[in-house]
């Protein structure tokens, strides 16, 4: 190896020196600026004594020369001999490119100032506020419904960490949710899985902590590594709500998170939700309208004067909220039965339309005995069932919907999906059949007999991009609904769908319920950030086993046609060992943006239900 030369070890200390940043190129500047006015100084002395006229020492011609090395304009109103002008049009020549340089120093210096301030890496000093760790689709949602459940508060945050630019973060948020009223928002661009940047976030005196899916390629696994690095964190540990686009992962991410996460299941819980409301028509607007901050929400209380009354009593004991269930010691009960006392150490889940709201009632409950019908329970039929289409859910989509079907029932599996009608064996009540058909053809679809089925689902092709899946279930149903209007079929449509923006869409073809996956996770990730013991009532709403939500024919309750009070269905409900929780009005049924659902009405509001109507029911299947 060759000796390291002087000129070497001298080129290599400046080019460190150089690497320092801004400032030490500015001390190198000045060090040049000053080389610069002595070396005019001198020259000036030696050349042109006594210039220029009235200069008595060797101070004032190095003040002369510093200002024509800050001001290269100042040689314009020089004057004397050509010595002395060639002097100081070298200093001011030299100066002028030393000024370039150093407003080149400062401007980029400054930029890589504002640009830092830009991304937001200064440490939030907020305290109870909502930290949301990534960055999806589901932020919107978020946001939009934790603005919505913090509007009563005089101030609230929610404070974003994400891999992306913090103006373009918030520009996004504005666009997609509009005002936040008192609430606002913090964002910061930095890595959720950085221990360094999540210092940033404050997280000991945040009141939730919520750790978004991302988009791509094994979002689980950014999941969890978020996770680990919380879980390793010192200091205290707010709790914390994870999404997990696979049900694979769920026992990774809870060994990573600890006991303080509560982790959403999102194949899981949007694979319930579209069979349920594949089978019970309104199920996803139900759930919608329990899960988002606009209407009827789920509510925990502890009241001392229920003490000792039974569930079916307690039923009528609020005027404008329903009771629909018991958070025990033992776990959540969702519709026990009616002879169930309730104990102290129990708390009483209600829906009501707020807060406010949930106040006992001051009398006892106007009951009409004369309109209450009794009617027994029909036992289950086979259903023949059509799910267009296939993905990664549409497995466990079918092995749900085996729990639901009485045995001997049909599925057909219609899609030109690879993967279509695999890995289903143990199915016990269903019978698969798979064809190949091109879902968006018309000619298809009607060799299908769609006319046959109860029952029809249409899923989103996970091989194409959302937004052409999304675009390509619209085609489908448009041709499901031509052919129900043209050949006069009845069966009932749910379709799953992406983007939010297309339910407008949809509408027009008027299916029976269309599920947005990411939206219902959105909600849900909401909720459980306000208050994470709802996770218990919202796994056993989701769950097949159990009491569910069931709109059933109006008949079965009360005499139709006839007006009625609310509280006289609850009472027609407790008596077959159900919960009511409202009525869906079937002349509205495509009206949105209920679809004539109506949740938790007050207990004395005077209803008329028709043949065609249903009562929303909390029931066993």
């Keep these: ?17 150089m690497s320092k940043g801004t400032a030490s190129l500015i001390g190198w500047l000045a060090i040049v600026s000053l080389g610069l006015v002595v070396v005019v100084a001198a020259l000036t002395l030696w050349l042109a004594p006594g210039e220029p006229e009235g200069v008595s020492h060797a101070g004032e011609v190095l003040w002369i020369a510093l200002m024509h090395a800050l001001s290269p304009l100042k040689i314009a109103s020089d004057k004397g001999s050509i010595a002395y002008m060639t002097v100081m049009f070298a200093g001011s020549l030299g100066g002028l490119f030393i000024v370039s340089i150093l407003v080149g120093l400062l401007s980029n210096g400054l930029k890589a100032k504002v640009d830092r301030l830009r991304r937001g890496r200064s440490r939030i000093v907020e305290s109870g506020h909502t930290v949301v760790l990534g960055w999806s689709d589901q932020v919107f949602t978020i946001v939009a419904e934790l603005v919505k459940a913090q509007a009563s508060q005089k101030s609230s945050v929610i404070a974003i960490l994400a891999e992306r630019d913090k103006l373009q973060m918030e520009e996004d948020i504005r666009e997609h949710v509009g005002s936040l ?24 005196v945040a009141t939730s902590v919520v750790v978004l899916s991302p988009e791509g390629e094994d979002p689980d696994a ?3 590594k978020i996770l680990l690095a919380l879980d390793k964190r010192d200091g205290t540990h707010p709790p914390v709500v994870a999404a997990l686009a696979s049900s694979r992962n769920i026992a990774a991410a809870r060994l990573a998170g600890g006991p303080d996460v509560h982790l959403v299941d999102s194949d899981d819980t949007a694979s319930r939700l579209i069979v349920q409301s594949s089978r019970q028509s309104g199920m996803s607007v139900v759930c919608m309208d329990l899960l988002n901050f606009d209407g009827g929400e789920i509510y925990l209380r502890t009241p001392k004067k229920l003490v000792g ?4 009593d307690a039923l009528h004991a609020y005027q404008t909220a329903s009771v629909i269930g018991l958070r025990r010691p033992s776990g959540v009960v969702l519709n026990p039965p009616v002879d169930t006392v309730i104990n102290a150490d129990d708390q009483v889940i209600v829906i009501a339309h707020d807060d406010s709201h949930v106040r006992l009632a001051a009398g006892k409950p106007s009951v009409d005995e004369a309109v209450i019908v009794a009617s027994g329970r029909t036992a289950p039929e086979p259903e023949r069932t059509l799910l267009l289409n296939w993905n990664g859910r549409a497995e466990q989509i079918i092995r749900y919907l085996d729990g639901y079907v009485a045995p001997g029932s049909v ?3 219609a899609a030109d999906h690879p993967k279509a009608g695999t890995n289903l064996a143990g199915l016990r009540n269903i019978t698969v059949n798979v064809k190949d058909c091109d879902t968006t053809d018309r000619f298809a679809l009607e060799s299908l007999g769609v006319g046959l089925f109860q029952h029809v689902i249409v899923l989103s092709d996970d091989r194409f991009d959302l937004h052409h899946s999304d675009t390509r279930t619209l085609m489908t149903l448009l041709q499901l609904r031509d052919m129900q209007s043209t ?17 407008a869409l949809a509408e027009v073809t008027e299916a029976d319920d269309i599920v947005i996956s990411d939206t219902v996770i959105g909600l849900l990730l909401a909720q459980l950030a306000e208050n994470r013991h709802l996770a218990d009532v919202f796994s056993y709403l989701f769950d097949s086993r159990g009491s569910e939500i069931y709109p059933r024919p109006a008949a079965s309750y009360v005499k139709t046609g006839t007006e009625v009070t609310f509280s006289t269905v609850v009472e ?18 495509n009206n949105p ?7 938790n009405p007050s207990k004395s509001d005077s209803i008329v239900l028709g043949e065609r109507d249903s009562v929303i029911v909390l029931a066993e299947r």
């Design 181 to 204: 009223g008192r609430t606002r928002l913090v964002c910061r661009t930095g890595r959720p899985t950085e221990p360094r940047d999540l210092a940033l976030m404050n997280l000991a």
């Design 411 to 413: 599925l057909e599996v």
């Design 572 to 589: 027609a409900a407790s008596r077959r060992g159900e919960t009511a929780i409202g009525y869906r009005d079937a002349t509205a049924r």
């Design 593 to 599: 943006p209920h679809y004539g659902i109506v949740l």
């Design 222 to 224: 950014h999941v969890i």
């Design 487 to 503: 050949l006069g079929e009845h069966y009932s449509i749910v379709s799953e769908m992406h983007d939010e923006n297309n339910r």
């Design 309 to 312: 009354v039974t569930y079916g």
């Design 1 to 17: 190896m060759s000796k390291v030369t002087f000129r070497e070890r001298v080129r290599y200390w400046f080019d460190n020196t």
